[in-house]
């Protein structure tokens, strides 16, 4: 029935009219289509750090439970009440689950297992499984296996009773990596050569459904790990049904800013304006790294007429847990400014866990709402908090259990004007990163001195403020963008924003430094990764180039501290959040110590001096000396394209190792050592003209030097623009503009001649290289209508095919501050 309502009013929409009064007379407003709304793949709601990061998937805010940047379910639910009548204008409900087979991380069990092949007709009833062994679950060779599992296969069996047969919609619970086979009683019930890294639910066939009996049945698992990562676990759960429905309420207008993502809903009489303001502004690290978003929820008749408005806000434990199978505590309290809910799990496994798709589950979720709202909250089932909205009831508060709904209902007024109801979301993870051991407090209480509730006092009684600087900043930014680069670059800037710096954790180094710490999400879950600082550098180089130093600090740390001792740099400090020490396979010589000392050349460029650049220039020796060395025609190596495999003279890493001896020189420079200055210059100029002709390919420059039947984007080039050192000339970059301009598909140029696909922060940089604006966004535009035209939903992505769109992979991670790097030209050179 809910799917049925939401086409209608897809439909309603497409025809549907709002009326407004001009001079007493009616006048039709045309509602916009959903279709004409989209500005973005996904957007970003609560936006903070990479774990407390709260998106929209669709483009109306209410046709779909709102989601973690993984994908998995982190509802926020808002309700208005109308004269009566109840309209959802936040979320859609997400499926609830009753736990009929625990799996492992919901309750400890044992199964027999074997990583020998057992032969056939292991996965009856009447196997005889003596010899295999009992073990506890879940297995495989990460942080959450109670039993490591690390070869090529394993099989599994689980003898289950029931409480009772009758059993409504009932799903496979299952988590699994890589290929799996899934029986109950013998039928199989799913079967797929793939892997998942959460647990998911299966539809149980209705053959396997009837066999279920009291006792003595058998839930039996194959896995076959082809690569990567291991991991099995298993469970049976029931959905439990939804008793009441709110009536889905009319979007008439979508906006995405930098700071802010808008949203304006009919519901029936009254307009309501939902606004998800997280105030990352970097002027004032204070504020920047408060763990508070506002969500504004305006109500205002838009007949003339008053009605009676009632206004609710819920938001789901699981924005405090990992799985939402973990048991939470909950609790209220209040400050001078705020009454508030709290939740978090009860266990509090305090930086237990590291990996990539994976929530925080420790520290506590805040629902706040000023004083004088006069508010009541309350804690319960998501199905009572609906049913007591809608039915103006009130059920007894959960202290403690399973995916808890955090509701805030604001009394029942009448409105004809605009009322604002505001609601501060907020979450204290009490220690946010591993540093060499150290744990870490986050930055707005680097000292332990500092609490949440002061925070949340402060975020109340600033909120005036703070709106007003978010509305500037984000005017501000819109128009910069649109002269830097028009209004689909602009959109571009507006995507990156939020969602850049959300995955990034500020906190204080033990010697009291910044420390601005990514997560490489997505794509492997390593913290503070060169090679993915190297592209989001030029949205903190615009606006505040101590958090690039944040970025760079923990990698500088790791070799002048001893505890990493190669000629070059670090590819990463290890997996968020515990930066113990580098874990990536592979190093990546040119390319992560070329990144360092161009991003050192860039702050000094930034500040106007070379202090940061003083205090390391030991290490940064070290490396300009490895790569006047190693950097020039490099070996057969991984560059940050390591997607693509390894490639040997590779003509733009080349660039990239000749424009970081350049940076080098020019660092020398800044620092009075005169003599060093023109040994680097003048080695990078030279290496420049060398290079134009070893990669000289008659219209273009190739991929490789070995290969003129080949071409690649010269990204790199840009800082040697950017910076203006004039190593090489204009000609080049107008060579590979003309060329490039012959080489795009829809949604964009491809990276190289390898393949259809692309990176987006790559365009943007290779754009920049044009020498106007209109060729600028003949090269940039495209990246926008892949951002307007995907199908895949998820937080932008930067690694997508130029032909289709689709998305190749990684999602929702910080190199989108790449799109920055127009800006900082104009901003530094015009």
């Known amino acids: 029935m809910l799917k049925k309502n939401l086409l209608v009013i897809a439909l309603l929409s497409l025809v549907c009219c709002t009326t407004k009064k001009k001079n007493n007379e009616t006048v039709q407003q045309p509602v916009k289509s959903i279709e004409d709304q989209r500005q973005a793949p996904a957007y970003p709601l609560v936006a903070h750090d990479p774990y407390f990061s709260i998106w929209s998937f669709t483009d109306q805010i209410n046709q779909s439970p709102t989601k973690h940047w993984t994908g998995t379910n982190q509802s926020l639910i808002g309700m208005v009440k109308v004269d009566g009548e109840t309209y959802r204008v936040l979320g859609d409900d997400a499926p609830s689950y009753k736990t009929i087979i625990p799996t492992g991380t919901e309750n400890a069990y044992s199964a027999k297992i074997t990583e020998e092949n057992p032969g056939e007709n292991w996965q009856k009833n009447n196997f005889n499984d003596t010899s295999w062994k ?12 109670n039993t490591k599992w690390t070869s090529d296969q394993i099989w599994y069996r689980r003898t289950f009773s029931l409480k009772s047969t009758d059993l409504g919609e009932i799903f496979l619970k299952l988590r699994h990596d890589d290929d799996v086979e899934v029986y109950i009683n013998g039928i199989e019930v799913y079967t797929c050569k793939c892997w998942n890294d959460g647990y998911e639910y299966y539809t149980i066939p209705q053959e396997a459904i009837k066999s279920l009996k009291a006792t003595d049945n058998v839930l039996a698992v194959h896995v076959k790990n082809n690569v990567g990562g291991q991991a099995l676990d298993a469970g049976i759960v029931e959905k439990i049904k939804d008793e009441v429905e709110a009536k889905v309420a009319i979007q008439k207008s979508l906006n995405l800013s930098a700071t ?4 304006v809903l009919e519901c029936g009489g009254v307009d309501v304006n939902l606004t998800f303001i997280s105030p990352l502004l970097m002027d004032n690290l204070d504020v920047f790294s408060r763990p508070v978003s506002y969500i504004s929820l305006k109500t205002k008749s838009n007949d003339g007429n008053k009605h009676k408005v009632q206004v609710y ?7 405090a847990a990992n799985e939402p199978s973990q048991l939470m505590q909950a609790s209220t309290g209040n400050t001078s400014e705020v009454t508030y809910v709290k939740t978090g799990t009860v266990q509090q496994p305090v930086l237990e866990k590291k990996g990539d798709n994976l929530r925080i589950d420790w520290g506590y979720l805040y629902v706040a709402a000023p004083k004088s709202a006069n508010v009541t909250q309350n804690v319960s089932s998501v199905t009572h908090a609906k049913i007591d909205f809608m039915q103006g009831k009130k059920s007894d508060f959960v202290k403690e259990g399973k995916e808890l709904m955090l509701s805030t209902v604001f009394p029942e007024e009448t409105v004809k004007d605009s009322k604002d109801h505001v609601v501060l979301l907020g979450y204290d993870d009490e220690y946010s990163i591993e540093y060499f051991h150290d744990k870490l407090r986050p930055w707005w209480n680097k000292d332990g001195k500092n609490s949440i509730d002061n925070e949340l006092d402060k975020a109340a009684t600033s909120y005036k403020e703070i709106m007003a600087k978010c509305n500037a900043f984000d005017k501000n930014l819109h128009e910069q963008a649109v002269a830097s680069g028009g209004e689909d670059y602009a959109k571009l800037c ?11 954790k500020l906190v204080e180094s033990p010697k009291g430094e910044i420390l601005f710490l990514s997560k490489e999400n997505f794509s492997n879950g390593c913290i503070n990764t060169v090679d993915v600082t190297y592209p989001s550098a030029p949205l903190y180089l615009t606006y505040n180039p101590d958090l690039l130093k944040g970025m760079l600090t923990g990698i500088f740390y790791y070799s002048e501290s001893g505890k990493y001792n190669k000629p070059f740099a670090a590819h990463d400090i290890g997996t968020y959040p515990k930066a113990n020490g580098h874990v990536y396979g592979e190093p990546m010589p040119v390319e992560e110590s070329g990144n360092m000392i161009i991003l050192t050349a860039a702050i000094a460029k930034a500040e106007g001096n070379a202090d940061y650049a003083k205090k390391h220039w030991e290490t940064l020796t070290i490396w300009a000396n490895y790569l006047a060395d190693k950097g020039f025609d490099p070996g057969n190596q991984l560059c940050t394209d390591d997607f693509a495999g390894h490639l040997a003279r590779n003509a733009n890493l ?13 660092l020398a420079k800044q620092l009075g050592k005169d003599d ?22 008659g219209n273009h420059y190739a991929l490789t030097f070995n290969d003129m039947n080949t071409w690649s984007q010269k990204y ?46 790559w365009i943007l940089w290779t754009a920049t290289l044009s020498s106007d604006k209109n060729t600028f966004e003949e090269l940039a535009n495209p990246v926008y209508t892949y951002a307007a035209e995907t199908k895949d939903r998820v937080p932008m992505s930067d690694w997508y095919f130029t032909s289709n769109g689709n998305q190749r992979g990684f999602q929702a991670r910080s190199v989108v501050g790449g799109y920055f790097i127009k800006l900082l030209d104009d901003k530094w050179n015009n």
Not at 134 to 145: I, N
Not at 313 to 319: D, E, N, R, V
Not at 657 to 662: H, K, L, P, S
Not at 677 to 696: G, P, Q, V
């Open 313 to 319: 806000f819920g938001a789901s434990s699981t924005l």
């Open 654 to 666: 080349s660039v990239k190792a000749i424009v970081a001896i350049g940076s080098y020189g020019y």
């Open 676 to 697: 060093i200055a023109k040994k680097y210059t003048d080695m990078a100029k030279s290496m420049a003209k060398k290079w134009m002709e070893l990669a000289d390919a």
């Open 494 to 504: 507006e995507i990156g924003y939020r969602q850049s710096i959300a995955a990034h």
């Open 134 to 145: 009992s073990a506890p679950a879940p297995y495989g060779d990460g942080d959450m296996a």
């Open 716 to 761: 790199n080039l840009v800082w040697d623009k950017v910076m203006q050192f004039d190593l090489f000339p204009k000609e080049v970059y107008k060579k590979e503009i003309d060329f490039y301009l012959t080489k795009q598909n829809k949604y964009g140029l491809p990276l190289d001649s390898r393949a259809d696909y692309t990176k987006s922060d």
């Open 260 to 263: 802010q993502t808008s949203y």
